[in-house]
């Protein structure tokens, strides 16, 4: 079986790449589904996340308010690494333990591809065979997001600067998958490496 780690920017066209990799055979696991898995309330890291940023950031269903605790660790690199010591290990953990059912489950045949924007970051990548970068030029991401989102340029520009670069993604890439043009372009370029690994 082999593992492949999918990643990309904000806009690149990650889940894009995602559906089309599930279409053709892959089983997807999905890290944002696990992550908001991880947050539930009661949870070992919930608990952790209480007792670093207090309940002030719980809603009336004691869920934690995922924007209240993004708007206090975006702007606070030691509250982002507080919040990323709790909750990566976890997430690490419960992916392996996602690839080792799979694993029994499919005799250790076929493709399972984690699906993770902060597969680098998050230092993930001891748990895949490959890495899989998608990557758009800064314009078009841009456009994307002022159009799909509703962001302003300059709000885009933000959101881009804060992320690893395409530049730094690449150095990590087995495989990188541009994804600057129609829907047919990267399904084509899709299938392309599909049929690499399953030769």
């Not at 990309?8 to 790449?17: E, L, P, R």
């Not at 992916?95 to 993930?124: T, Y």
């Not at 302003?152 to 600057?180: C, F, M, P, W």
Request: charged share 30%.
């Amino acid at each position: 079986m082999r593992v492949i780690g999918l990643t990309g920017g904000i806009a690149a066209g990650k889940s894009t790449v995602s559906e089309i990799l599930s279409k053709l055979g892959a089983e997807i696991i999905d890290a944002d589904k696990i992550g908001h898995q991880i947050y539930l309330p009661n949870t070992e890291a919930w608990k952790d996340i209480i007792a670093a940023f207090g309940e002030d950031i719980l809603l009336p269903d004691k869920t934690v308010n995922r924007p209240k605790l993004g708007s206090i660790v975006f702007n606070d690199k030691a509250a982002l690494k507080k919040l990323n010591q709790i909750v990566h290990p976890r997430m690490y953990k419960k992916f392996e333990e996602e690839i080792e059912i799979r694993r029994k489950k499919n005799k250790n045949k076929g493709v399972v591809v984690l699906d993770a924007a902060i597969l680098i970051e998050a230092d993930w990548l001891p748990l895949v065979d490959q890495v899989w970068v998608v990557a758009a030029d800064q314009d078009t991401v841009i456009d994307r997001l002022c159009l799909r989102n509703g962001f302003t340029k300059e709000h885009a520009r933000s959101r881009i600067s804060s992320q690893l670069s395409d530049e730094e993604r690449r150095g990590y890439a087995d495989v990188v998958i541009e994804n600057n043009g129609t829907m047919a372009e990267i399904e084509q370029r899709v299938y392309e490496a599909w049929e690499r690994i399953c030769l």
